[in-house]
């Protein structure tokens, strides 16, 4: 069996690799044209990410992941704060975690070496069709089509094989944009560093304002001690910081501002709605070609209205079905958990018991469940941001956060 897979980011490529590693003959196509040369901070993936990603690739490079990988459980527990940087709330214990966060670019570069020569870059993909014989193909803008038995749409949130397939867009906008950014912890000052710890925390405050911050630390939190294999990007304790705001013109407007104007604009946008100065130290230290925005999209909730299309020899997975915002942080899990459902489901064709259409069709009544889970997990956190721009929204953030805080202090 021949399939091809559109788009080698991080769904495509695993699905490259478990493709590879069965025999399968599989070519991925990515108009990247440099794997590490990518956008993108970290990733989070979840034990049954990580358990999936163990069916797609060798032992090896498994251990190079997570010799270059934070661990979760040596994280302390996550911390929620208001605006005034008071605590609110911990998260859960952590300590028997099995997660992990890892650089976006390590793990697209170690997928990438997984899937070898049968990775294709610098090939953007035009279109997808039928040729005369029935069997799928892929158009390129500069290149000749190529035909598959299968054809697998990992194009990500703008994707054109789910287009195609839906007969128009497969996700919207969900109403908030993110600006990103990486601050190292050896930046901040001694009380700043204190207060915000070797954890991950969220801050929500009234008018549509929210701030994630995210500690990775692969040195010294790595999920396997073993420094020969480790590659990751970020080499010491860093924290990787995600300002959300409702979409609106001003909001746009941000987007084209760079580096240290855009640093500026954030921190200014945060003063304007109350945030006291010191959780705004984080922005201010920001590495600034380090900040960037991204438009959150997301597919619907409900599993029926995911990849509503019959199923047949051209399918589509992760983002491409199911963009995901990142406040859950599962969008790259759940697209390698795809990849390894259909890679299984593929098996049983090849095994002779199980017609084409029949797998995928399987394969796509999983994936329309997973997607349905991350998704209204992801949007809670959307749509407590967006409650928060309502009068009543801004007035209730504004009472809760002072007496949430007080019983903090209480219980610390
Ligand atoms: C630049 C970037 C940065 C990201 N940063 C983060 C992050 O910091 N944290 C996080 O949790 N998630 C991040 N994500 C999202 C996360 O990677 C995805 O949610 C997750 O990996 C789902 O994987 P996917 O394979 O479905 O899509 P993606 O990983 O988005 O991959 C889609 C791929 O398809 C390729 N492609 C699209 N259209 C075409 C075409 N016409 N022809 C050829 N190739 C095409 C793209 O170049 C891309 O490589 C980022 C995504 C991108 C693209």
Redesign the pocket.
Known sequence: MRVVV?????????LGAGLRRRGYEVAV????TD?AA???????LDERAQSALRELVAPQIMRRLLASASALRLRDRDAFWDRRGRLLGRGPDLSGDAGVDVD?ITL?MLLAEAVGDDLRLG????GVGQGDDGAPRVL?TDAAAVSADLVVG????????AQHLAGGPANRPAGLIGF?GRTLRSDLSPGEQRRLGPRSGLAIGPRGAAFYVGFLDPVGNAALDAPELRMSVTTGPTY?WGAMFPESAATDSLRDLRDGALRAALARRFRERGWAEQTLEVIARAAPHSL?A?RFNAASTRAGDLAPWPAGRITA?????H??P?TA????????R?AAALLRHLGDVTDGGTPPTQAVHRFEAGMRRRGSEILTLAMRTVRLVLATDTTLGAAATAVTTPILAAAARLRH
């Open positions: 559109v788009g080698g980011g991080i769904g495509g490529l695993a196509f990515d108009r990247d794997v990518t956008g993108g901070y970290h990733i989070t976006r697209r090939r953007t993909v035009s390129f990992a194009d990500g949130t703008h994707s054109l094989v990103s990787i960037a991204y997975l992760g983002d491409a079905v963009a995901t990142p942080g599962m969008g790259a899990g759940a697209a390698i795809d």
